[in-house]
């Protein structure tokens, strides 16, 4: 099959290299005939061209592969390719939380595949996963750490005496970040994973309205008391159907040393599911990084040439929001008083129990705790009653 690749970065080298240095342990005839590439990059590759024109034009290209990232161009050059009778893998999961439905429509309209494992979790073969899992169950949760650069930073800031700014430098340099690394730290990136992942597990089309909590306010302190008290601060997306509802949230989460999140390190991954047969599983792999990511667009190409790609989502199911399913304790750092808490958190304490805050430092931020005793009353004190009140709650 004669492949074209859209965006020759950390992901589209990975590509590229793979169909070139590894051809020979490729299992079916993959050939790179042309790059996407702006005009100042032409010198890197004979291949490369910046006219989409030739691409979408050439009849023997047959598949596509899209790794620009963001919305524009990229949706326009998706729809056009699989108009063009072109099979489309994309890693690009802003534009393809976006406009799923109008992909595979297309796709399907048009008789070819639009594959997209890479788009969450990496290399991890996550999609591929659900779909197997869903032959047989009804998925009902699905869970997991989804973000290769935020785990990064948790886990360097967590093991060494480094800055935040300093992680996240290194975790861009590495080619774990998003272009607008604002989309790993904010949890805009895991929300676009969690809105495809829950359209896949529970055949919905998904709402615009699940919350959304990021890392960026994390100090070092906030990482080390959780620590001595035996919990590991994560970024957790996590998305639960009860009857023809759905809720689904992402968030920082405090793990118990003995759960596997706790033990996810670098730029891991961790994607769990629980089914009505399989029960819980999970799988740990790179959620970022060139060939990782690359070898995920491999499988996708390799699915289309043998003819074991998998059906879009049936969109079948029409699932409705509902906040109220996912409840937890919450433990808020916090200089605020009770009320004004009360009015910052608003619509999201349909998640909470009740919280706990306490007060050591000047910045806001949210923790999820993810244990089953309740806390029963505000803590607005210092660092010592926050780990008192841990203490309490895991009595
Ligand atoms: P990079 O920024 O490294 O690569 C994107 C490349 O595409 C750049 O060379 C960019 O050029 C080029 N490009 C963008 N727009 C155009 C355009 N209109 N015409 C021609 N070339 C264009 O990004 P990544 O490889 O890291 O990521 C690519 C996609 O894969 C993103 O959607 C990302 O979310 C996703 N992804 C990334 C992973 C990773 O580990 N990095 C893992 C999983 C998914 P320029 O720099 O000049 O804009
Ligand atoms: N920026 C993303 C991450 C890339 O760090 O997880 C992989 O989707």
Redesign the pocket.
């Known amino acids: 099959m004669k492949i074209a690749i859209?965006?020759?970065?950390?992901?589209?080298?990975?590509v590229g290299e793979i169909l070139t240095t590894h051809r020979n342990t490729l299992s079916v005839p993959l050939e790179l005939v042309a790059i996407?590439?702006?005009k100042?990059?032409l010198h890197r590759h004979p291949l490369m061209c910046?006219n989409?024109e030739s691409i979408l034009c050439d009849p023997e290209i047959e598949a596509v592969v899209?790794?620009?990232?963001?919305i524009e161009?990229?949706h326009t050059y998706i729809l056009r390719a699989l108009k063009a009778g072109k099979h489309v893998v994309?890693?690009?999961?802003?534009?393809i939380a976006r406009y799923a439905q109008e992909f595979h429509n297309c796709a399907k309209e048009h008789g070819v595949s639009f594959l997209y494992e890479?788009?969450c979790g990496?290399g991890i073969p996550w999609l591929h996963q659900l779909h197997s899992v869903k032959r047989i169950d009804e998925i009902d949760e699905i869970e997991g750490i989804f973000n290769?650069t935020s785990n990064y930073i948790l886990d360097h800031m967590t093991k060494e005496s480094q800055t935040f700014q300093h992680v996240l430098r290194k975790a861009q340099e590495l080619?774990?970040?998003?272009?607008d690394p604002s989309?790993d730290i904010d949890g805009m990136?895991i929300l676009n994973k969690l809105r495809i992942s829950i359209m896949l597990a529970f055949d919905t089309a998904v709402a615009e309205t699940i919350p959304v909590f990021g890392i960026r306010n994390i100090q070092k302190a906030d990482l080390l008391y959780p620590e001595t008290a035996d919990y590991v601060l994560k970024l957790l997306a996590v998305a639960k159907r009860s009857g023809n509802h759905y809720d689904a949230v992402v968030e920082p989460t405090l793990c118990p040393l003995s759960s596997p999140q706790s033990a996810v390190r670098d730029?891991y991954n961790l994607t769990c599911l629980h089914g009505t047969t399989i029960g819980k599983l999970c799988l740990l792999g790179q959620?970022?990084?060139?060939f990782?990511?690359a070898h995920?667009i491999v499988q996708d190409l390799t699915d289309i040439v043998l003819g074991t790609a998998y059906d879009s989502p049936s969109f079948a199911q029409s699932l409705t929001y509902d906040g109220t399913i996912l409840r937890s304790a919450y433990i808020i750092r916090t200089t605020l008083g009770k009320s004004q808490l009360q009015s910052i958190l608003g619509k999201h304490l349909h998640h909470c129990d009740t919280f706990a805050a306490y007060t050591y430092a000047h910045t806001d931020v949210l923790y999820k705790a993810k244990m089953h005793q309740l806390m029963k009353e505000i803590v607005n004190a210092d660092a010592q009653a926050f780990l008192m009140a841990l203490a309490q709650m895991e009595e």
Do not use: C
Request: no cysteine.
């Open positions: 859209l965006g020759y970065g950390t992901v589209g080298s990975g996407l590439e702006r100042e990059q910046d989409i899209e790794t620009m990232g963001g161009p990229a994309s890693a690009n999961k802003a534009v890479a788009s990496g290769g080619g774990y970040a998003e272009a989309a990136d730029h959620g970022a990084g060139k990782a990511t995920a």
